[in-house]
């Protein structure tokens, strides 16, 4: 009875996956990650009251991206997969997304062309709800530091060392 009990079970929990994919609950990637198309704040694990923020005062082209306490009027950002296990970070701005200055190391708000600087991979660190956003062009992945002025938090990219909580990020809704 108890091996009964358990296929059926198994069957309706695998029954709810395809409903949820095929009603658009949930898109299944081919990368294995979860993460739904939409509009998502980017939270810094080791900062959870800052996200990443844009200053509407410095709309151009390659104006940095940087980490404002959530008293700030947080802004969302729309997270799309594009192909094969990589994502853009699109701004409210129009037409504008996340991506990796010519520096190869500032984190800057460009216009979208989709270029490989603009292209991001979202992997999971060691299976917890931490997230890396590394870049396709670069190969290296976002992190917060303070700014040269110590005031404030910005977005570069670099490489993780091991158990580096400044490249872990959060998405939250």
């Not at 949820?20 to 959870?48: C, E, S, T």
């Not at 853009?88 to 504008?96: K, Q």
């Amino acid at each position: 009875m108890k091996k009964v009990i358990k296929s059926c079970i198994k069957w309706l929990a695998f029954a709810a996956v395809v409903a949820a994919v095929v009603f658009k609950l949930v898109d299944m990637h081919r990368d294995g990650m979860i993460v739904r198309d939409g509009w998502k704040y980017i939270v810094p694990n080791q900062r959870l009251n800052f996200k990443m923020y844009i200053d509407p005062q410095d709309i151009r082209q390659d104006a940095p991206v940087y980490l404002k306490s959530t008293g700030d009027n947080p802004q969302a950002y729309y997270i799309t997969h594009l192909e094969d296990g990589e994502y853009g970070i699109l701004t409210w701005c129009e037409n504008t997304c996340i991506a990796v200055a010519d520096d190869n190391e500032s984190v800057v708000l460009q216009s979208n062309t989709g270029m490989d600087n603009q292209r991001w991979t979202i992997s999971r660190y060691e299976h917890s709800q931490r997230l890396i956003f590394t870049n396709v062009a670069t190969g290296k992945s976002m992190y917060m530091k303070k700014s040269d002025d110590g005031n404030s938090y910005i977005l570069c990219v670099g490489y993780p060392g091991k158990d580096d909580s400044s490249f872990w990020m959060e998405l939250r809704q």
